[in-house]
Each structure stands twice: as C-alpha cells, then as structure tokens.
C-alpha cells in the first residue's frame, strides 16, 4: 500500500492559463474522489470516480473544470482559463466500495494551485 | 446531509487524555459517524468510524452515545503529532456514501 499519490504538490499559474492535475489511487480501490480547500475551511466534495464512470458532480464543478478516469486507475483534474477564485489546494481520495459498505476514504497531500 | 457540531479549538498537554466531542442530533439510522484528521499542509488521514457501538483502534477510541446524537474521540495519550483538525462526518450507508462533507472541525492544539 503506498497511498494515495498527487502530481505536482504544488502549481503556481498566471490567470487565465490551463492546468491539469493528476491523482494515482490505492491500486485497489473502485472508487476515486476529488475535493477542493481553501485556507480555514474544511474541504469541498467536487466529483467522483467507480471505476471509469463519473457518477456525480458538485455544482461548484463549473464548466471549466474536467476531471477523467480513462481506465479505471489514475485520473487527471483540468481546469481551463483559470481564475483567481481556483486558487485552493485539490485533494484527491480513494475508497474501496462494496455493497452495504462504508468504507473510510484514503487522502492524497493533495495539489496546492495559485493563480498569479 | 445530517449535520455535526464541534468546538473551533481544545487545547490539551502532551501524554494527557484527550475527549473531543461531536454533537448530531439529527443522525439517522444508516448514518455512520466517521473522524478525519488533518494536519498542517497535508491531506486528511482517517482516524475511526463506527455506527452503533464504541470502537477502538491503535490510533484511539470512539464512545458513541446511547442514542447516538452526540459521540467523543478519545485519544489515549496526546503526543505533539497529534496536534491537528479533527472533522466529525456523519456518512451515510445508503446511496449517498460517496462524499464526505466537512465542516470547520475542531483545531486541537498538544502544550508539551
């Protein structure tokens, strides 16, 4: 078992500029979420992953960002033509899902963004 | 989602016991109450959860009361590394498992 991984730990971008972030869960797990924290707060649900399928979105998913699991492993985050208000740290989670189950999710350090 | 009440910040020293409480008054039954820990520039780490019963593990305790509106992490000894955010989540075992909802959660400081 060797965590959850995220890539880069940190992302300094100008506005407007495109980022993508990428997420390697525990290799067992269905299940991968994404979250999003700002300073002070408790982190935001914004998607998650069963397998390859994208079976719910936050509405704080604006149209700018996608998030992909092509093969039911890693999955990336973009966000285009970013804005100051993306600036956040973006965690990643991964879980293993079984019927009645309600397994603890598993946190990445997570992908600290700043927008110039 | 059944919401969860806890105190901003408790203060503890170092190889004491620690009891940070967390009120939901409004759980349901196929709720499970679930505590996350996060320390400075890390991601959150799972500490326990249970549903009914009180629970243990090597990390600490958790005492679930009776009628399960309120319950206490307990954390045996205090040491400085366990200076963190602790979160209170009630997740559900229905449908709606997939997310946890955070809220402020209470900033535990360890005095040495």
């Known amino acids: 078992d060797t965590g959850v991984s995220q890539d880069p730990r940190h992302k300094i971008t100008k506005r407007g500029q495109n980022v993508t972030f990428r997420c390697d869960p525990i290799?067992?797990?269905?299940?991968l979420y994404w979250y999003r924290q700002t300073l002070g707060q408790g982190p935001e649900f914004l998607t998650y992953f069963q397998n390859e399928a994208q079976l719910e979105k936050s509405r704080l998913l604006s149209d700018r960002f996608s998030a992909e699991r092509p093969k039911g492993s890693f999955s990336t985050l973009e966000i285009q033509r970013t804005e100051q208000g993306d600036s956040a740290m973006y965690l990643c989670?991964?879980?293993?899902?079984?019927?009645?189950?309600?397994?603890?999710?598993?946190f990445g350090d997570g992908t600290r963004l700043s927008i110039l | 989602d059944a919401k969860t009440t806890q105190p901003n910040s408790m203060e503890s020293n170092e190889e004491e016991p620690v009891h940070l409480p967390c009120n939901h008054s409004?759980?349901?039954?196929?709720?499970?109450i679930h505590w996350y820990r996060q320390l400075p520039s890390q991601g959150p780490e799972y500490v326990i959860h249970?549903?009914?019963s009180n629970v243990n593990n090597r990390m600490a305790s958790l005492a679930i009361a009776e009628d399960r509106k309120s319950s206490t992490l307990i954390l045996h000894r205090a040491t400085l590394r366990d200076a963190a955010v602790y979160y209170c989540i009630l997740s559900s075992s229905g449908g709606s498992n997939y997310k946890l909802t955070f809220g402020k959660g209470t900033l535990l400081t360890v005095n040495p």
């Open positions: 249970g549903l009914t």
């Open positions: 290799s067992e797990h269905n299940r």
């Open positions: 409004t759980i349901s039954g196929t709720d499970y």
């Open positions: 989670a991964s879980s293993h899902h079984d019927r009645g189950g309600n397994q603890p999710q598993h």
